[in-house]
């Protein structure tokens, strides 16, 4: 198609991306959560064969992540 | 042909009935679907006329490539003058009903008047009757649609109908066909209700001619290779649209309690609770994508019922919104509202709202009847939705609308209503996100998520991407962001996407085949070769931009003739004077800039061709033709 992505059929099937940083990478098949290997932040993931999703945050770790989002900010 | 099909102008006040065939000069300025409706209604419509009163012209129809082999090709478009917001009233929904209307022999009906007790119509063949719906007034949604294709002795027979809020003329009650598709906005079935229209039934045996046929299945083949491959279509054929909250709940881009949270922390209402209730999923005609569930209900009261979605829509309403945090109740309210015949994203608001005026005062027991109106109340946003669609207590108070009911209410309620031009937001947020708040502005129907939000701006593509899309087919090198909380070039990506889904929308192909929640999908390229392959009409990409930009631009003239001034394209206070108090450190504490705001209302404005009043000029007009409409022609 026109913006030309056809090229990589199927190649993000198995890849999320982090909704804080945005960066993407690939967690191992089938595990339940995971961290991003960029910023930290953890993600509940869901899989439907290798899809893969971001279900939801890992909220129990929510607040500590934003304490140190807003430290590294001030800092 | 596809091109053959004909117009039926019925007057339900005289019964009288004529048709007649569709110029293809006429079909070369708005193809079909919800373009050629528009041309009717300014057509056709008196200025000024009640939205409830027999004036008022109502327009069912199915797009140019409808029941083509093009993909999705599926949808119907309703118009009329809308009595919620008494500016341009249009919806469209999914389902079979379509692709059986052209094979009844008609793409148009214009319906005036008001029939003196309940009908409905029966279309089949070239023939159309107008019957009596005396027994089938006061039936459900569902029980409708079984009922006439009882009485019509036929199960094939694809029925649209009003449920009892658009008999009890609930402003924004729906049009629906099937268990779910629903012509959700703007309150259409509230116009087929104040007509006695109960419903159209169609079925038919004529054969749609494809100009290209090998050459058009072919090309469909490769579409449907091609859209399947992406992860977007996987996901959506899994989970449905509901997928979205993923993204918008976990950054902090929804609306809960009204307007007071942007974001449901601890949210557990997923797509992926779906999982333990789905038997299954369903498409509508020609589709691929499946992308709504069958469920049935397991506890409680409603234990047993089957039921159809939910969409993303319903998990704001009776869960963000609200905040509920109980995936059953999106389950049942979807369910209710879908029986009822009723808007879900603007009853969840109503309700919202009504919470938010509870919480502060505004409303009191004495006026819920006792109901206590407190967040994440599931069983009082149940009992919400049968007052509202029933006419009952306070419900009959909102069953009028964001703004009458303001206006009943009184104090100081209408500061916590969250709607754009007397129709309410999607329960998203759009403090983080000036193009999506844009988009909202400016919608010619109300607040509008479907007609122009730019909704993979969210996903922060590299500007090279964005300019593959949004650099043509006319021309564009002005600023483009990849940062969604810029305001940089943002009315361009509002005033393309406005194009593409207005082009799609008088094709009748599913917004979810373009690029709206995937960069990857149809553009107006693909669509030329649609259009070409399957009716034999040439058009280039830029002259099907150009007949989008005609569409909407007679809407843009219904609203002004209807009293739209630059002031109804604008925001509630709330976003500029309340910053997001949570949610990812993107999207938290930040509010719309008044000045920044403004400045993209001028620019969205000069891409159009619009004066700084949001009129357009003489030169666009003769440029798109209209400048001698109404022409009354057709």
Same mark, same amino acid.
């Given at each position: 198609m026109t913006t030309g992505t056809s090229k990589r059929k199927g190649k993000r099937i198995g890849e999320v991306r982090c909704q804080n940083c945005f960066v993407r990478f690939w967690p191992p098949q089938g595990v339940e959560k995971v961290p991003c290997p960029e910023c930290g932040w953890e993600w509940y993931i869901s899989w439907s064969g290798k899809l893969a999703k971001i279900r939801k945050p890992v909220w129990e770790s929510w607040e500590r992540h934003l304490a140190e989002a807003k430290k590294e900010t001030e800092d | 042909m596809a091109l053959n099909r004909e117009i039926a102008y019925i007057d339900l006040s005289t019964a009288e009935i004529k048709t007649a065939p569709i110029p293809i000069g006429v079909r070369q300025l708005y193809l079909g679907g919800r373009g050629l409706d528009m041309y009717l209604l300014y057509n056709h419509l008196e200025p000024g006329v009640d939205p409830l009163g027999p004036d008022n012209v109502l327009t069912v129809s199915a797009g140019l490539l409808v029941g083509t082999p093009a993909s999705a090709s599926a949808r119907t478009h309703i118009g009329a003058k809308s009595p919620l917001t008494g500016f341009v009233g249009s919806s469209n929904m999914g389902g079979f009903f379509a692709p059986e209307l052209r094979f009844a022999g008609f793409d148009h009906l214009v319906i005036k008047g008001k029939a003196d007790g309940p009908i409905y119509l029966w279309i089949h063949d070239g023939e159309i009757e107008i019957r009596d719906a005396s027994d089938i007034w006061g039936e459900n949604i569902f029980d409708t649609q079984e009922l006439i294709k009882d009485e019509l002795g036929d199960p094939e027979v694809k029925v649209l109908c009003i449920g009892i809020a658009g008999e009890n003329l609930v402003r924004f009650a729906n049009v629906m066909t099937g268990m779910k598709n629903a012509a959700g906005r703007t309150g259409m079935g509230a116009v087929m209700g104040s007509k006695n229209l109960k419903a159209i039934a169609v079925r038919g045996t004529m054969g749609l001619e494809i100009r290209f046929p090998e050459e058009s299945l072919e090309y469909n083949r490769q579409l449907i290779e091609h859209i399947g491959s992406t992860k977007f279509a996987q996901i959506m054929q899994k989970w449905g649209t509901m997928f979205i909250y993923g993204v918008t709940n976990t950054t902090g881009l929804v609306r809960v309690r009204n307007f007071q949270l942007n974001q449901q922390v601890g949210g557990n209402i997923e797509c992926e609770h779906i999982e333990k209730y789905s038997l299954g999923t369903e498409g509508c005609y020609g589709c691929i994508l499946h992308c709504r569930h069958k469920y049935q209900i397991k506890d409680g009261p409603y234990a047993g019922t089957y039921a159809e979605g939910p969409e993303y829509t319903s998990q704001g309403a009776f869960g963000m919104e609200v905040d509920c945090n109980n995936f059953e109740t999106i389950l049942v309210g979807n369910h209710l509202v879908n029986m009822y015949g009723v808007d879900t994203l603007e009853i969840g608001s109503m309700i919202a709202w009504a919470m938010e005026l509870y919480e502060k005062g505004i409303l009191t027991d004495e006026d819920t009847g006792g %109901?206590? %109106?407190?967040?994440?109340?599931d069983q009082a946003v149940l009992e919400m939705i049968r007052c509202i669609a029933e006419r009952k207590g306070l419900g009959d108070i909102l069953a009028e609308g964001p703004l009458r009911a303001a206006e009943k209410i009184g104090q100081d309620s209408i500061k916590y209503l969250i709607h754009v031009k007397g129709m309410s937001n999607l329960h998203s947020d759009e403090r983080s996100t000036p193009s999506l708040a844009l988009g909202i502005a400016t919608g010619s129907r109300g607040s509008d998520h479907l007609r122009s939000r730019p909704a993979i701006d969210l996903y922060h593509l590299p500007e090279e991407l964005l300019r593959k899309i949004y650099g043509g087919p006319k021309p564009y090198d002005g600023p483009l962001s990849s940062d969604y909380t810029s305001y940089e070039g943002k009315p361009r990506m509002v005033q393309w996407q406005e194009m593409m889904y207005e082009a799609i929308d008088c094709t009748g192909i599913c917004k979810y085949h373009t690029i709206f929640l995937s960069p990857n999908l149809i553009r107006f390229e693909e669509l030329s070769k649609l259009i070409y392959l399957n009716t034999g009409l040439e058009f280039t990409p830029e002259e099907i931009w150009d007949i989008a930009d005609r569409a909407y631009t007679i809407e843009r003239l219904f609203n002004i003739r209807e009293g739209l001034t630059r002031e109804d394209d604008w925001l509630v206070d709330r976003y500029f004077d309340e910053p997001t108090p949570i949610g990812l450190p993107i999207a938290r504490d930040k509010c719309i800039d008044r000045e920044k705001f403004k400045q993209m209302i001028n620019e969205y404005y000069e891409l159009h061709g619009w004066d700084e009043d949001g009129v357009p000029r003489p030169e666009t007009l003769k440029k798109l033709g209209l400048d001698g409409e109404p022409s009354h022609k057709l």
């Open positions: - | %109901l206590k %109106l407190e967040w994440g109340n």
